[in-house]
């Protein structure tokens, strides 16, 4: 279980991440949402250290980690499997090269610089890329692949990890409908297969409605809900995107039911 208690972060004068406590059990898959700047994205950053709260704690099944340092930080973050709406592949590598840094962290230095993995990290690879409708792209370089494509790819190394958990930073924000829909049902899928937590930063309330079994909602770095999709109200969205520059909330729409 992920447990965050009273975590907090500032920089300078702003709070970014006021007094948050969290837990989070394997198998769920939460959706956190909120306007831009509401601290979504340095709550997951918090998660897996790539910042460093100012206050408060995280913890994995009992064991914090706020204290970690060198290689237990280092296999923390590995065990922390994060995909950015960015993609972070390497454009000028064939696409299952992208896919085996997922184990790089696990294996000498020399075999990741010459490119050297065993042929079972390869199978595995391929068998990752497969499950994401990718498997034919797997000698073609990252850089000539759309970015649903390339948002699959990053899945596929992340899968590659083993994480522990999943931490996925607006994976969807940049994505046509189609492609969307293939992301969110790959971490669905990822949640459930591997009975892991799954969090994911969401601007649409919509696809957080229809894929996440658990909402949080943030609001100047607070949690404002923490529930079910369908205890999400028209008024607690009101106050969730209070303060749009005078534009509506976004209406609620009951949701299509999401393919397992």
């Known amino acids: 279980m992920l447990e965050l208690n009273e975590l907090s972060k500032r ?17 769920e898959l939460v959706g956190i949402i909120g306007r831009s700047g509401s601290g979504k994205s340095t709550l997951l950053r918090l998660i897996n250290r790539l910042a460093t709260p100012t206050d408060g704690s ?20 590995h065990s922390c499997a994060m995909i950015f709406q960015q993609f972070n592949l390497s454009p000028r590598l064939d696409v299952i090269t992208n896919v085996l840094i997922g184990v ?20 595995r690879a391929v068998l990752e890329l497969d499950a994401l409708d990718m498997a034919a792209a797997a000698l073609q370089r990252a850089g000539t692949l759309s970015g649903g494509q390339q948002q699959r790819v990053a899945i596929a190394r992340a899968l590659m990890q ?6 996925a930073d607006e994976p969807v924000a940049s994505l ?8 969110m049902c790959a971490l669905q899928r990822a ?8 969090l994911v930063s969401l601007h ?11 909402i949080v909602a943030m609001a100047k770095g607070r949690i404002v809900f923490d529930g079910p999709p369908a205890a999400l109200s028209q008024s ?6 209070a303060g749009r520059n005078n534009r509506p909330s976004p209406a609620l729409v009951e949701p299509e039911v999401a393919a397992a």
């Open 11 to 27: 920089f300078g004068d702003t709070l970014a991440v006021d007094r948050v406590s969290l837990s989070i059990g394997r198998g």
């Open 58 to 77: 995280v913890a994995w099944d009992g064991s914090p980690i706020n204290g970690l340092r060198g290689t237990e930080l280092r296999r923390w973050r």
């Open 104 to 123: 790089a962290a696990k294996r000498p230095l020399w075999t990741s610089m010459i490119k050297f993995f065993p042929a079972a990290d390869r199978a």
């Open 162 to 167: 083993d994480p522990n958990i999943i931490l």
């Open 176 to 183: 046509d409908p189609v492609n969307a829909e293939v992301v």
């Open 191 to 198: 949640c459930a297969e591997r009975d892991i937590p799954v």
């Open 204 to 214: 649409s309330l919509d696809i957080a409605r229809r894929y996440c079994t658990r």
């Open 236 to 241: 607690i969205v009101d106050q969730i995107y």
